[in-house]
């Protein structure tokens, strides 16, 4: 026969076990590799732009883009005055989460979508203002691979938590 102090040590280890098993997330993590690239969409101009030329952009981007969700627009304008030119650029940013997408495929996309939003943008908002250009041109970055943890339930990038250092006192 068993004594109680052996049985009170195999229950208690089941009972912690079983709590323990309960503490934490049930995520279920997987790695994938994104490729990345962007694309720089230049206009230079020796006029001041108008007021609202960023708030057009902003909207003929919107609607370029509504049913292109691998790629993402981000607007930069500035005055040099060393030079004294307005400059605006445009970063299009392309994600590529598929694996089955060749690295040509990615280079082919990104230098069809940046030369056709270059020409939309001419178009629908720099010719309707009369905005006479100095240049403008298309520059590319290389492409770059990481490796993201992502849920495997619903497909969503995984994201860690900002680090919180602990309230204990170290020694």
């Known amino acids: 026969?068993?004594?109680?102090?052996?049985?009170?040590?195999?229950?208690?280890?089941?009972?912690?076990?079983?709590?323990?098993?309960?503490?934490?997330?049930?995520?279920?993590?997987?790695?994938?590799?994104?490729?990345r690239t962007h694309s720089l969409i230049s206009f230079r101009s020796r006029s001041a732009y108008?007021?609202?030329?960023?708030?057009?952009?902003?909207?003929?981007?919107?609607?370029?883009?509504?049913?292109k969700p691998d790629f993402k627009a981000y607007i930069y304008d500035e005055w040099r005055e060393d030079v004294e030119d307005y400059r605006i650029q445009i970063k299009l940013e392309y994600l590529c989460n598929d694996k089955t997408v060749t690295d040509n495929d990615i280079w082919t996309d990104v230098e069809d979508e940046s030369g056709r939003l270059h020409d939309f943008l001419l178009d629908s908002v720099f010719s309707p203002l009369n905005i006479y250009l100095e240049n403008s041109y298309v520059e590319y970055e290389p492409l770059r691979q990481?490796?993201?943890a992502y849920n495997v339930d619903t497909g969503e990038d995984?994201?860690?938590?900002?680090y919180?250092?602990?309230?204990?006192?170290?020694?």
């Open 50 to 67: 108008p007021e609202n030329l960023s708030n057009s952009i902003e909207a003929a981007l919107d609607r370029y883009l509504i049913n």
């Open 146 to 148: 990481k490796d993201v």
């Open 158 to 162: 995984y994201s860690v938590s900002e």
């Open 1 to 35: 026969m068993m004594n109680k102090y052996a049985l009170g040590t195999i229950v208690g280890s089941a009972l912690i076990g079983f709590f323990r098993s309960k503490i934490g997330s049930s995520i279920r993590l997987g790695l994938r590799k994104q490729r």
């Open 164 to 171: 919180k250092t602990p309230k204990l006192r170290t020694r």
